[in-house]
């Protein structure tokens, strides 16, 4: 057929045109933002990238860093490591990206991160991050994300706060930063003297009953779930037809007041659902929330939510690192702004970001939320994890 | 003087020649160095995609020899590649085997493997052959992830494979890999068509036809379609093997069904039972991704709606196997023959068979 | 007791799921590759349908998603399957694989990839002894189940349509000269297997969970076909409660992450034993 041909031929030139591509105003700062926008998880990383976008924007608005817009270079990577790879090396060598930002599942970040340093182009992955980025903290790699392990301990000293003794049982799916997240739990969970089970499941599994009635079968005092936003709305209803009514704590990998809504629905009641975070969600009292629904309003993001927050705090690296690096960035240069990024979240975490030159992760503060059956209310305090209170299992 | 028609053919040398027509003659040397020259264009990216497309190019001819000349529909290619890239990393990292021996390790186990599920495939045919090798994939896939969430407790999920030193030379450069990966996959094209052209080939054209007309006519079907299995797999294990070393990781979530079905789609579209025209469909559907995103970034940002447009590059590959299977059931290669005709015999419309002088 | 319904419910879903497969099957000996991902946008629409008119409860709803399945069964049909009806049945295959594709892409384009369930049926009807609790839903699975499969059957052995379908399953040509409308007959297959689809989906949706990932679903329900029979209605009932018994068991009993091979293993071990399952017929198998 002709017509196919013809379009079968418009396509090899366009992508003809993209290899030869290098668009852009001369004096924009030029990034980079690769994650997973059409793949199992883009739920997740969408809002994260329209975060990080709200904030890029806001700052072009307010004139940029140095004089200078920030421009992004936008890539999906469909969660498959080889079109990540393929998307940051298009953005470092092809358009000239200084930083690349973002990415997408951690098992997806090696590969990435290989071609990254060897080129010497800072990443800054959101909030799937893995332990590179904690001490020693490997060269041109920092996060504001969730690590598994660090996520684990904090949940194990933040279900003291619900439920001060007695049997734990951690959910994950069978894959290993869920395993890690349950192991780190589990020893937080031993420590403090309760006693713990687990039940593992299959990472596609789409009917979460028969792993439910598993768990409200061992009778828990309290259930924490480590695994994305979407198992929670299965989860969650499926204990709670399962006869547990007890509380549980959705781990924030992903997971956003919009889950918790989503599941106390399905859920028939809103009680005891939990979450624990980094970030604020969007209806929290911080002072750092104005500007962001400000930038949401502007620019048609309705709602903004915690994974919206992570996408802006991330913003917030990047911008105070463009800064700090001056009118002619390059690389290398950002790279050292960032190595030593001190930033004021505004109340959109517990404390400062704080990077060093071995520490490319920082302190993390936690926050126990309750879903009171309107928006996510925080209990207690922020707890602050150090990171060099892991060890790391190379 | 020579021969001037491809469909005259007087003796079975000109039958089984490697390239029939006298532009192909012309044609692939020059393709050749092309190739050969092509980093000197400096352009990293376009060697990178090129990378990838030679390790497609590798699985895909084994593909193409078990379900396009040998009929047998094959949904498990995914977990023949996970089994290769898995012995070599295990290869590589727990026993410190080099890449020249790891990555034949690899093969030989892919083609055992291959040997094994082909036994009792012989029983099935068609669709039951299909959904017997989907079910075959699904049990190696999840083997293959109880041993990486048990064995391996790195937290970047996979394992991690150093990168390869060839004769003390290390290969850790796109460039590098670029000379490589087109060697190989050049051999493995030669290899194919070696394979095709001879009665091996033939044999599995008939099972492929009529395997019962074929085991009347004295062929052994059931070996045939072993072997068939075998070096699908075996090939398979080879491309799972050097993308290992490539990408510098393995994890058993990266050898999904999709990617079976990405390969199945390069045979179909390239042309079932053609092993050039495998190359082509190799290239077409591992630039396909690059060049829906390349359109996107065509149009203006307003009309982009957002992140939806990569939806779309999800939805693409499905519309292109739909339409390639309703106008062009027979594959680019069609597409590329009757270019090839139509130069060959311009101002004329159809061609003799003998020509004038 | 809780096991028991769970496995009967999720047994029917799957069973729901699989005869679609057979549905198209039987009338056409195309395996529909897509069905998993048919029955998950099915349930998508059901919940937007419902989003979008709330006051009227779910009518809108239903009525949206019949009308959709029924329509995209049809053009299925006639856009895409007639023109394949000479090809051998890998290409038709390849084409529902595609389908297949671009649904989820649909899921991705117009739901966003959210995860959402339908919050239908959810009450609590009463509660088992040893815990757990029987649900709306669950009694409302099994009955239109129940009534779907029995609808089949009466169709397929009473009424003159019906056997007109059996007739043209069995012999295209012969059913044709007879002046049965074999177009007709494969829109009728594919317009009611997308409609079992959407069925199982809303139920699914409301007892579960949607999202991208759901639509393992249809595996499932292929694995149930296949363990019954590709053209047996009775084989994909049956198949359905052995596929969801063998998960359910599996997941309570032995090991959880187990839970996701065991249908391939029931499937590998009856495809040894019986290749054209349980209830299939047999059939010359060289129809690649």
Redesign the interface.
């Given at each position: 057929?002709k017509l196919?041909?013809h379009l079968l031929t418009?396509?090899?030139l366009?992508?003809a045109?993209?290899?030869?591509?290098g668009a852009g105003s001369a004096e924009d700062i030029k990034i980079g933002y690769v994650t997973d926008?059409?793949?199992p998880l883009?739920g997740s990383y969408?809002p994260t990238?329209?975060g990080f976008e709200l904030y890029m924007k806001a700052a072009n608005d307010a004139g940029g860093f140095n004089g200078n817009k920030v421009s992004i270079s936008?890539?999906?990577d469909?969660l498959?490591?080889?079109?990540a790879?393929?998307a940051a090396?298009?953005q470092f060598?092809?358009e000239g990206v200084v930083g690349i930002f973002g990415l997408s599942l951690?098992?997806t970040?090696?590969?990435v991160l290989?071609e990254t340093r060897?080129a010497g182009v800072p990443v800054a992955t959101s909030f799937s991050a893995?332990?590179?980025a904690l001490p020693p903290a490997q060269p041109y790699t920092y996060s504001t994300g969730v690590v598994?392990?660090v996520a684990g301990e904090a949940i194990g000293h933040l279900a003291q706060r619900i439920v001060p003794n007695g049997k734990v049982v951690g959910m994950t799916f069978?894959?290993?930063?869920g395993?890690?997240a349950m192991r780190h739990n589990m020893e937080i969970a031993r420590k403090l003297g309760y006693s713990w089970d687990e039940v593992i499941f299959p990472?596609r599994t789409s009917d979460f009953t028969p792993f439910a009635q598993t768990a409200a079968g061992m009778k828990p005092d309290i259930v924490v779930g480590h695994y994305g936003a979407g198992q929670n709305v299965g989860m969650i209803p499926a204990l709670r037809a399962a006869g547990y009514m007890g509380p549980y704590i959705i781990a924030s990998y992903g997971a956003s007041e919009v889950t918790a809504e989503e599941a106390a629905t399905l859920a028939g009641s809103p009680d005891n659902i939990y979450m624990v975070s980094r970030y604020v969600p969007g209806t929290a009292d911080a002072p750092g929330l104005a500007a962001l629904k400000a930038a949401a309003e502007k620019y048609g993001v309705s709602d903004p939510n915690s994974m919206h927050v992570t996408g802006w705090v991330l913003g917030m690296l990047a911008g105070a690192a463009l800064e700090k690096c001056g009118a002619d960035c390059t690389r290398d240069k950002l790279d050292a702004a960032l190595a030593s990024a001190e930033i004021d979240t505004q109340g959109l975490t517990g404390g400062p970001i704080t990077m060093t030159a071995g520490d490319h992760y920082g302190p993390t503060y936690w926050g126990l939320y309750k879903w009171d059956g309107e928006q996510l209310v925080q209990e207690g305090d922020w707890l602050r994890r150090d990171a060099i209170e892991i060890p790391l299992?190379? | 003087m020579s021969p001037v028609s491809p469909f005259l053919q007087r003796s079975h040398a000109e039958r089984n020649r490697l390239l029939p027509e006298p532009y192909q003659r012309v044609l692939i040397p020059l393709l050749v160095v092309a190739l050969l020259a092509l980093p000197m264009l400096g352009?990293?990216?376009?060697i990178?995609?090129l990378n990838?497309t030679c390790l497609a190019v590798i699985g895909a001819v084994g593909l193409n020899l078990l379900t396009g000349y040998c009929?047998q529909?094959s949904l498990g290619h995914a977990s023949f590649m996970a089994i290769g890239g898995f012995v070599t990393a295990i290869a590589g990292e727990t026993f410190g085997l080099p890449f020249w021996l790891a990555v034949p390790a690899s093969c030989l186990v892919g083609a055992a493997v291959g040997f094994l599920v082909g036994i009792?495939a012989l029983?099935?045919?068609?669709?039951?052959l299909?959904?017997?090798t989907?079910?075959?994939h699904?049990?190696i896939i999840?083997l293959l992830?109880?041993y990486?969430?048990h064995f391996?407790?790195?937290?970047?999920?996979?394992i991690?494979v150093s990168s390869p030193s060839l004769a003390g030379y290390v290969l850790?450069d796109g460039y590098d890999w670029y000379y490589l990966l087109l060697a190989v996959a050049a051999a493995t094209v030669l290899f194919g068509l070696n394979l095709t052209r001879t009665h091996c080939g033939r044999a599995w054209v008939a099972i492929?036809d009529r395997?019962?007309s074929a085991a009347t006519l004295g062929i052994n079907v059931p070996a045939y379609k072993l072997r068939a299995f075998v070096v699908s797999a075996a090939l398979a294990a080879l491309a799972g093997s050097l993308g290992a070393y490539f990408?510098?990781?393995v994890?058993a979530?990266?050898y999904t069904l999709e990617l079976a079905?990405l390969y199945?789609?390069m045979v179909?579209i390239g042309g079932m039972g053609s092993v050039a025209g495998t190359v082509l469909g190799a290239a077409f559907m591992t630039?396909?991704?690059?060049?829906?995103?390349?359109?996107g970034?065509?149009l203006p940002s307003a009309w982009r709606l957002?992140?939806?447009i990569?939806?779309?590059?999800?939805?693409a590959?499905?519309?292109?196997?739909?339409?390639f299977?309703?106008?062009?059931?027979r594959g680019l290669i069609e597409?590329f023959r009757r270019l090839a005709d139509y130069f060959q015999r311009w101002p004329f419309r159809y061609r003799e068979l003998q020509s004038g002088g | 007791m809780e096991i028991l319904v769970s496995i009967a419910v999720l047994g029917m879903t799957y069973a729901l799921v699989a005869a679609g497969i057979v549905l198209v099957y039987k009338a056409s000996r195309v395996?529909n590759f897509a069905h998993g991902e048919i029955a998950i946008v099915c349930g998508y629409l059901f919940y937007s349908a419902g989003r979008l008119w709330p006051a009227e409860g779910f009518f809108p709803a239903f009525a949206t998603t019949l009308l959709f399945s029924l329509a995209c069964g049809v053009v299925i049909y006639l856009v895409?399957m007639r023109?394949?009806l000479g090809?051998p049945?890998?290409?038709a295959?390849?084409?529902t694989?595609?389908?297949?594709?671009?649904f989820?892409?649909?899921i991705?384009?117009v739901w966003?990839s959210s995860n959402l369930g339908i919050p239908m049926g959810r009450q609590i009807l009463l509660l088992y002894p040893d815990g757990g609790a029987l649900r709306l839903i669950d009694l409302v699975t099994l009955a239109t189940g129940a009534l779907c499969f029995i609808g089949l059957g009466v169709f397929f052995r009473y009424a003159r349509l019906g056997r007109q379908f059996r007739g043209a399953a069995e012999n295209a040509l012969l059913a044709s000269q007879r002046q049965v409308d074999i177009n007709l007959i494969l829109s009728l297959a594919w317009a009611a297997a997308v409609f079992a689809a959407a069925i199982a989906g809303v139920l699914f949706g409301s007892r579960s969970m949607l999202s991208p990932q759901s639509t393992i679903l249809g595996l499932s329900g292929?694995?149930a076909a296949?363990v019954g029979g590709l053209d047996s209605l009775r084989g994909a009932l049956l198949g359905g409660f052995l596929v969801a018994g063998a998960i359910y068991l599996t997941a309570r009993l032995i090991d959880p992450?187990?839970s996701?091979?065991v249908p391939?293993?029931i499937?590998?071990a009856v495809?040894?034993w019986k290749?054209w399952g349980l209830f299939g017929t047999r059939e010359e198998?060289?129809?690649?």
């Open positions: 057929m196919f041909t418009g396509a090899g366009a992508l045109v993209s290899l030869s591509a926008l059409s793949g883009a969408t990238w329209e936008l890539d999906d469909g498959r490591a080889d079109r790879v393929a090396k298009k060598e092809q951690s098992s970040q090696g590969p290989t060897k893995i332990l590179d598994f392990e069978d894959s290993v930063g395993r890690a990472i299992q190379q | 352009n990293s990216y376009l990178y995609l990838l009929g529909v009792p029983r099935f045919r068609g669709i039951y299909a959904i017997a989907l079910a075959m699904y049990a999840y992830t109880s990486q969430t391996e407790a790195s937290a970047t999920a996979g991690s850790s492929r395997d019962i990408h510098g990781i994890t979530e990266g079905i199945l789609a179909i630039l396909l991704p690059f060049a829906v995103d390349a359109v970034g065509l957002g992140t939806v990569y939806g779309f590059q999800e939805g590959i499905g519309v292109v196997i739909i339409l299977l309703l106008f062009e059931p597409i | 395996v895409l023109r394949l090809e049945t890998f290409v295959a390849m084409v694989i595609a389908l297949a594709i671009i989820k892409a649909a991705v384009v966003r292929l694995t296949m992450a187990l996701e091979a391939f293993i499937l590998l495809m040894a290749p198998l060289d129809r690649v």
